[in-house]
T-cell receptor, first 114, second 115 residues
Framework: ELKVEQNPLFLSMQEGKNYTIYCNYSTTSDRLYWYRQDPGKSLESLFVLLSNGAVKQEGRLMASLDTKARLSTLHITAAVHDLSATYFCAVDIRRGGSNYKLTFGKGTLLTVNP | SAVISQKPSRDICQRGTSLTIQCQVDSQVTMMFWYRQQPGQSLTLIATANQGSEATYESGFVIDKFPISRPNLTFSTLTVSNMSPEDSSIYLC????????????FGQGTRLTVV
């Protein structure tokens, strides 16, 4: 059974600092997603990583994927308060034919303090 | 991209009753997915709904408790039956990320509180 482990689960940062969230998964996959969720809201898609070595950046967030190590990272640069949210990674695996399943990590609750 | 409309957005229900959640997609999709997110937790897949066939349920979820309909390629419903306070969660629908979309889109979610 696929396991997706995120760490840390809780992250308190000061504004202006850098930090990385890690997402490890236990079986072969060729798609990895990062989502943001604000309290009481649905999921907002941040990045889709499709291949080994993929790197995507949007604003202060940069995501990368190493399929050989089964590891993805979400790097936060010069954090600002607006980035406070819960961040999830999700791994997409094929279960036969065209049937796929997304398995989510437990999420990282990020709090950016002034 | 896909626009997914989910309703109701929230509800407060009495234990023992049932609630049906609707999910409408603005384009035709083969597979739709229903997730549950318990308070402070991650998302767990309840079932996969294919048009024209019975839904496929994940371990720990059964059809009697979470009946699903999929009458056409743009619409699905999830019913939470005989509710108890443990069913208080956010329920989200999603579409197949590989159905011509670049990512997995989610509906706005239904926040259910059972009292």
């Amino acid at each position: 059974e696929l396991k997706v482990e995120q760490n840390p689960l809780f992250l308190s940062m000061q504004e202006g600092k850098n930090y990385t969230i890690y997402c490890n998964y236990s079986t072969t996959s060729d798609r990895l997603y990062w989502y943001r969720q604000d309290p009481g809201k649905s999921l907002e898609s941040l990045f889709v990583l499709l291949s080994n070595g993929a790197v995507k950046q949007e604003g202060r967030l940069m995501a990368s994927l190493d399929t050989k190590a089964r590891l993805s990272t979400l790097h936060i640069t010069a954090a600002v308060h607006d980035l406070s949210a819960t961040y999830f990674c999700a791994v997409d695996i094929r279960r036969g034919g065209s049937n796929y399943k997304l398995t989510f990590g437990k999420g990282t609750l990020l709090t950016v303090n002034p | 991209s896909a626009v997914i409309s989910q309703k109701p957005s929230r509800d407060i229900c009495q234990r023992g009753t049932s609630l049906t959640i609707q999910c409408q997609v603005d384009s035709q999709v083969t597979m739709m997915f229903w997730y549950r997110q318990q308070p402070g937790q991650s998302l767990t897949l309840i079932a996969t709904a294919n048009q024209g066939s019975e839904a496929t349920y994940e371990s720990g979820f059964v059809i009697d408790k979470f009946p699903i309909s999929r009458p056409n390629l743009t619409f699905s419903t999830l019913t939470v039956s005989n509710m108890s306070p443990e069913d208080s969660s956010i329920y989200l629908c999603s579409v197949d990320p590989r159905a011509g979309f670049s990512e997995a889109f989610f509906g706005q979610g239904t926040r259910l509180t059972v009292v």
